[in-house]
């Protein structure tokens, strides 16, 4: 799989990694109600095989978080990667700080003890990037202190403890703030950028170019509706696709058609064509889905076809969705 650099930080990862939020989970869809109701249907065993799917069709990023799972998930990583230690050597795992299942601290204690349980989870010695998870709605300065998230987690990397201090919100515009800041060797993007979503172009992507942030782009698949498109009565986890954007992504997947290319490789290529886009991580819950994420990836598609899709590119706030 074709590789890019993370901004700044001089990693090599593939342009398609493996998110792990729903790693695990038999369903996805509206009627689950919260995360929190998920992650009670998690099966380990089937997380495990996904990882290996994963990272044995050419994927060399793992993301995951304290959060997803409850933990879980970063116990699921390092089990599978003990099973196949010559891939794991390849293998970059990040994860996150400030939230939980049993809610958001960033305080500089937290984020120390926070760390030191992925490790031990993950069974690793250091964490090559490690992000702050969800800072939304508190003030930047208990999060920027140096006694708060950032200053720990400079403490830790003067330490060798981890490599590089990331934004992760599941809100633009707090990533937006955070990334201006300059502080921020990379972000993981959600509901920022996708074939129905440019809300990144506003103040997300000038900001990472000046500053060389690697972007890594979530929710690039807007919950199955790009890798499928539209199907009637399906509902989507946390989305709300009105039918005007669903008929829109009809015509696409009609030009994905007519060019014999699968519309979740047109979605998941177009989201790092921008140099500054490094890779996308969309979620799998099983092996299926991560197998046909890498495969996709390596689908060859025709300057003819960027040029047609070009025009269809354009932003739609349902995408965003309801933060």
Known sequence: MRTKTLGRTGLELSIVGLGTAFLGMPRLDASAGSYEALVTTLDEELGVQTVLAAVEAGCTLIDTAALYGGGRSEEIIARALALRPDLAAQVTVTTKVGRTLEGNDYSYDAVLHSVDASLRRLQM???????????????????????????????????????????AADDPRTNALYIETGEFDAAVVPRGWSLINRHAEERILPAAVRHNVGLVIATSLE???????????????????????????????ELCRRYDVPLLAAALQWVTRHPQMTTTIPGARFPQEAIANAQAAQVPI??????????????????????
């Not at 998870?133 to 140096?146: I, Q």
């Not at 932003?315 to 965003?320: I, K, L």
């Open 125 to 167: 010695d250091r964490i090559p990037v490690v992000y702050i998870h969800d800072a939304m709605g508190v003030d930047p300065a208990l999060v920027l202190g140096k006694d708060r998230a950032l200053g720990a987690l400079r403490r830790l990397q003067q330490e060798g403890v981890i490599g590089y201090i990331g934004t």
């Open 302 to 323: 025709p300057d003819e076809f960027w040029q047609e899709l070009a025009p269809l590119v354009v932003h739609w706030e349902d995408a965003v969705g309801v933060i």
């Open 223 to 253: 919950r199955g509706l790009l890798a499928t498109g539209p199907q009637p009565g399906v509902t989507y986890f946390d989305r709300t696709y009105s039918p005007a954007c669903q008929a829109h992504v009809g015509k696409i997947q």
